[in-house]
């Protein structure tokens, strides 16, 4: 970056497709999808966030992985709105777990009272006559 050659650029998430078609004007996409179904359409899985361009792009190339996951949803991609098809088979990148502890149980003394609580007064019990 010192040198001028990349920059950096602040975004959300939600913001990465605008910003690559409008802002910098990308016209080309190489997503991962799922394979594809009798009907002609690939699942985009984890990369649905990219469908909301699809109309706005020159080429779109796919990289099919039998080990993507199906996400339910509009995520669909027709194999006529694709330019080339590769096939990869290889498991998705996933974080390893974190390692399973033994869970402390904690039970607060007195529960708080809910916002608004209002206890009500304590009602006198009627004197009952001695039995003397």
Same mark, same amino acid.
């Given at each position: 970056?010192?040198?001028?050659?990349?920059?950096?650029? =602040?975004?959300?998430?939600?913001?990465?497709?605008?910003?690559?078609? %409008?802002?910098?004007?990308?016209?080309?996409?190489?997503?991962?999808?799922?394979?594809? &179904?009798?009907?002609?359409?690939?699942?985009?899985?984890?990369?649905?966030? +990219?469908? &909301?361009?699809? &109309?706005?792009? &020159?080429?779109? +190339?796919? %990289?099919?992985? %039998?080990?993507?996951?199906?996400?339910?949803?509009?995520?669909?991609?027709?194999?006529?709105?694709?330019?080339?098809?590769? %096939?990869?088979?290889?498991?998705?990148?996933?974080? =390893?777990?974190? @390692?399973?502890?033994?869970?402390?149980?904690?039970? @607060?003394?007195?529960?708080?009272?809910?916002?608004? +609580?209002? =206890?009500?007064?304590?009602?006198?019990?009627?004197?009952? @006559?001695? @039995?003397?």
């Amino acid at each position: 970056m010192a040198a001028g050659l990349t920059t950096h650029t =602040p975004y959300h998430f939600h913001q990465v497709t605008r910003l690559a078609t %409008e802002d910098i004007g990308y016209r080309k996409l190489m997503a991962q999808t799922g394979p594809m &179904d009798r009907n002609g359409y690939l699942n985009l899985g984890l990369f649905a966030n +990219y469908l &909301d361009v699809v &109309d706005r792009l &020159d080429e779109i +190339y796919v %990289e099919v992985n %039998e080990k993507q996951p199906v996400v339910h949803g509009p995520n669909w991609l027709h194999i006529s709105q694709v330019t080339r098809v590769v %096939e990869n088979h290889h498991p998705v990148f996933a974080l =390893p777990p974190e @390692p399973v502890r033994p869970a402390v149980i904690t039970v @607060p003394l007195r529960f708080p009272r809910p916002y608004g +609580y209002h =206890p009500r007064p304590a009602r006198k019990r009627p004197s009952s @006559p001695s @039995p003397l």
